[in-house]
């Protein structure tokens, strides 16, 4: 009778990625491969210090003799780390340096445009929208714009490319830079070290809160071409800021690598709320092509009543491994990871979080939300580990897992290890489905199937949604819906 | 209003309602009693559009017009409404921003402006004091942790809200006591309208002391048996349902 719902749903689901388009810009690109004259390539392109180029070294050689991780529940064929390009940047776009939009390749703009992100400070400000974003983009290897960086300066907050920082606070840079995630950290930690070419740097000064959001946008668009973004934020005493990352790729038959590093450092009372919103191209329904996002990430908080949260939105990538982390040292410091993984056709998904309890009375909170539909594979995987040093330790960690049909798995991992007797340890999982009964409520009032996926969903993840700024968790909980349109026959 | 002519209703095969002819006007209020497993919510769910509820044969009219080639909220949009028999839960949605999110798609399927979140907020606890629903419901996960008789209101509190023309209403009393059954009976009461009809489903009498229904119709074994007017139920209530012994069978 009626297979109407049904059908349109359908071809809602097998709507393109909407993000997939190739921007054509004529590139500056590295020859494939990867070797130590990869590395000087990329140093030279970038008029590094000798120091740096060393690091890069050692880390290279480093990851020579270390072996791919093959412990998470994800499968995937062997890569070829000689097959990729570990450069590219657009041609038309100067070197590091101070620059104004007006240098920068007019298709790159249009890109931009076309992916809703906001680089023209005039029209942001000219727009009604308050409170404003600072923008940073990530254009494959390079920066290509950094937003309101005149005003922050006022503020004396520094926000810019890190290849910038490392010319212009090169002590700054070589303090931090790998305190918190070492190069032999992993395999691919290792090995972003090695080749990493540009990402944000951000540093807020003792005693000040961050007057808007920060965020940075990375695009891949090179073809053969790997991304290996590296991100250091450091907030001095006192001080606080919201940073937000955000992501997209063009549509491709072949896997790209993403592997990026993210060290966040805290000082005594500072605080770090980072949020992703992960969407890179997740590969056909058939599991062709996608991203692989294999990410570090990781908070240091150093100082006493430091305070990291991490808030994540996965809904892209073929693969992503992934878990952001606190080592929560300072006494009474806290830590956070707010999650949403989803995972829809073939993806898969492993990831979760690790909270290092070390400084006394230090508590952390983690959220899981895991959202597996079609033959998909989504694992949490969580390790609350608790030093002898942490006594009055605390940690609430909640895991809820669900299921939209019945080919797709969810998996959860949870170890806990504690030396400290006084510690508290609190673990809940659930596992749920969207039923049928649910959605038709929905539909009976009046809501598009698509609608009633995103409504169901989002009170799922509201936990997590809310603790995205305002904006993003409007546009988050759209972006669940698509995922997972068409998921419910 | 509503024109339902020889319907037949299958699940996975099986033909749950057998030829049903019912015709609604504008207006009226029509009650339909049956013993349980006749096919009493069958018939709200295929009228509401569910998925995996086959017509074979027979057509649906609203209005003049074809309901069965039409999605749920389609049909909702041309003014369905049904007070479900089993409420659902939904959690993590409040029934503030469920029936926000219901009341703008249908506002925006008639081609009207959405309201915003104020004038909703104004509208929900107004028609909540009515229904003697506590404003602190509505910032409570849809359904999630309410009685029986909250889960209920807040069905007749959404009917309230989204101004159906067609208000199928599927054994609203049940699970009710006397005193909120009167505040229910009024709420559904204060509804009726000459541009708004009523199916009013109840497997007992009680309900119809409250909603005076213009006709009574006994649905048993997949079919209307009788209908007749409200004396109807009063002999029901004496006599049973044992009367209508399954003639196919
Ligand atoms: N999902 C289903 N699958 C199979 N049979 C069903 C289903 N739903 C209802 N039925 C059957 O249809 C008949 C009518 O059920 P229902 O419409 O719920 O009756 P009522 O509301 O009058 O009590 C019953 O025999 C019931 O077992
Ligand atoms: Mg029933």
């Known amino acids: ?489 | 209003m509503l024109e339902i002519k020889n319907l037949h209703v299958a699940i996975d095969g099986k033909e749950i309602l057998k030829g049903i002819d019912l015709s609604l006007p504008d207006g009226q209020v029509h009650a339909i009693m049956g013993p349980n497993g006749s096919g009493k919510s069958t018939l709200s769910y295929v009228l509401a559009g569910r998925d995996g509820y086959t017509v074979t044969q027979g057509s649906v009219t609203l209005k003049g017009k074809d309901i069965l080639s039409l999605s749920p909220d389609q049909r909702a949009a041309q003014g369905v409404f049904l007070a479900m028999q089993y409420p659902v839960e939904i959690p993590g949605v409040t029934t503030m921003s469920f029936l926000k999110t219901a009341l703008n798609a249908l506002r925006k399927a008639r081609g009207q402006n959405p309201l915003d979140a104020l004038q909703i907020l104004k509208l929900l606890r107004e028609k909540a004091k009515a229904l003697d629903l506590s404003q602190e419901l509505l910032s409570r996960a849809v359904n999630v942790g309410f009685s029986g008789g909250e889960k209920k209101r807040n069905e007749v509190l959404q009917m309230a809200v989204l101004e159906p023309s067609l208000c199928l209403l599927d054994e609203t009393d049940s699970g009710l006591d006397i005193d909120a059954l009167r505040v229910v009976a009024n709420g559904v009461n204060a509804l009726r309208a000459p541009s708004r009809s009523m199916l009013v489903i109840t497997h007992y009498q009680r309900l119809l002391d409250y909603i005076k229904p213009d006709v009574v119709h006994v649905l048993a074994y997949g079919k209307i048996r009788q209908s007749g007017g409200p004396e109807l139920a009063k002999e029901l209530e004496k006599t049973g349902y044992a009367a209508f012994a399954r003639e196919d069978a």
Not at chain 1, 102 to 130: F, H, N
Not at chain 1, 134 to 162: M, N, Q, R, W, Y
Not at chain 1, 417 to 423: D, G, L, V
Not at chain 1, 452 to 480: D, H, N, S, T
Request: hydrophobic share 35%; proline share 5%.
């Open chain 1, 1 to 489: 009778m009626t297979d109407t719902p049904r059908s349109a749903a359908l071809e809602l689901a097998s709507q393109p990625y909407k993000y997939g388009f190739v921007t054509d810009v004529p590139s500056d690109t590295a020859p494939l491969g990867l070797s130590e004259d990869t590395l000087r390539f990329i140093s030279t392109k970038k008029n590094e210090p000798s120091w740096l180029l060393h690091w890069r070294l050692e880390a290279f050689r480093a990851w020579t003799s270390m072996k791919e991780p093959r412990w998470a529940k994800v499968h995937y064929p062997p890569i070829d780390y000689q097959a990729a390009s570990y450069f590219s940047a657009p041609k038309a776009g100067p070197k590091t340096g101070p620059k104004t939009l007006d240098d920068v390749d007019p298709e790159i703009l249009r890109t931009y445009e076309k992916l809703g992100i906001p680089l023209r400070e005039q029209e942001i400000l000219a727009g009604v929208t308050a409170p404003s974003v600072a923008v940073d983009a990530v254009f494959d290897s390079v920066s290509v714009a950094t937003t309101f960086k005149k005003e922050l300066e006022k503020h004396g907050i520094i926000f810019c490319p890190i290849s910038e920082a490392v010319l212009k606070y090169p002590e700054m840079v070589q303090k931090y830079l790998g305190s918190v995630v070492p190069v032999r950290d992993n395999f691919f930690a290792a090995l972003n070290s090695a080749v990493f070419t540009d990402g944000s740097f951000v540093y807020i000064p003792p005693g000040v809160t961050c007057p808007m959001e920060l965020s940075t946008y990375f695009r891949i668009n090179a073809k053969n071409t790997g991304q290996f973004e590296r991100t250091l934020i450091v907030a001095d005493h006192g001080a606080s800021v919201s940073y937000l990352e955000g992501c997209s790729a063009p549509q491709r038959d072949e896997n790209q690598l993403h592997a990026a590093v993210v060290e966040l450092v805290a000082l005594d009372d500072a605080s770090i709320k980072y949020s992703t919103v992960q969407n890179w191209y997740p590969g056909d329904k058939n599991g062709k092509g996608g991203i692989y996002n294999f990410v570090t990430k990781r908070g240091a908080c150093r100082g006493k009543r430091s305070k990291i949260s991490w808030t994540q939105v996965e809904t892209g990538s073929a693969i992503t491994w992934k878990y952001p982390s606190c080592i929560l040292q300072g006494d009474e410091s806290v830590g956070a990871f707010y999650s949403v993984a989803v995972t829809n056709n073939a993806q898969q998904a492993d990831t979760g979080t690790k909270m290092i309890h070390i400084g006394k009375n230090t508590r952390s909170t983690i959220i899981s939300k895991g959202i597996s539909a079609g033959r998909s594979q989504n694992s949490y995987r969580g390790l609350v580990k608790i030093l002898r040093s942490a006594s009055g330790a605390r940690n609430k960690s909640q895991c809820d897992s669900l299921l939209i049909g019945d080919a797709c798995g969810a998996h959860t991992f949870p170890v806990i290890e504690s030396r400290q007797p006084s510690a508290r340890v609190e673990h809940e999982a659930s596992t749920s489905k969207v039923s049928e009964e649910q959605l038709f409520y929905c539909r009976q009032r009046g809501l598009s199937s698509e609608d009633a996926m995103a409504l169901i969903i989002g009170g799922f993840c509201r936990e997590v949604l809310q603790e995205l700024p305002m904006e993003f968790a409007v546009e988050a909980q759209k972006l669940l819906g698509i995922s997972l349109e068409g998921s419910v026959g």
